[in-house]
């Protein structure tokens, strides 16, 4: 069974940033692609930004220009490294990982942005 851990949620200032992290328990070459996904509350859940097997990756529109996903391979983690956080960033933050028609997710990591 594969698992995703995330860390770096917190408490943040608008302005400010902070940076996702998300371990796998193998290889994260064996996935078609990974991403993040944020859930606000009483909305649905979101994609906010995908990197694939080959490294290309997709954002959102509302979060592009401050928003990026990057993966270390040596380490089998993906990072979102969230900058210019506006109140409207809160949420429940969760990595995605898929492999063909399998997919994972992690527990989630809570981001809130406020003063």
């Known amino acids: 069974q594969v698992q995703l851990v995330e860390s770096g949620g917190g408490l943040v200032q608008p302005g400010g940033s902070l940076r996702l992290s998300c371990a796998a328990s193998r290889v994260i070459f064996s996935f078609n692609a990974m991403g993040w996904y944020r859930q606000a509350p009483g909305k649905e859940r979101e994609l906010v930004t995908t990197i694939s097997s080959d490294g290309s990756t997709n954002y959102v529109d509302s979060v592009k220009g401050r928003f990026t996903i990057s993966r270390d391979i040596a380490k089998d983690t993906v990072y979102l490294y969230m900058n210019s956080l506006k109140p409207e960033d809160t949420a429940v933050y969760y990595c995605?990982?898929?492999?063909?028609?399998?997919?994972?997710w992690g527990q989630g990591t809570q981001v809130t942005v406020s003063s």
């Open positions: 995605n990982a898929r492999a063909y028609s399998d997919e994972y």
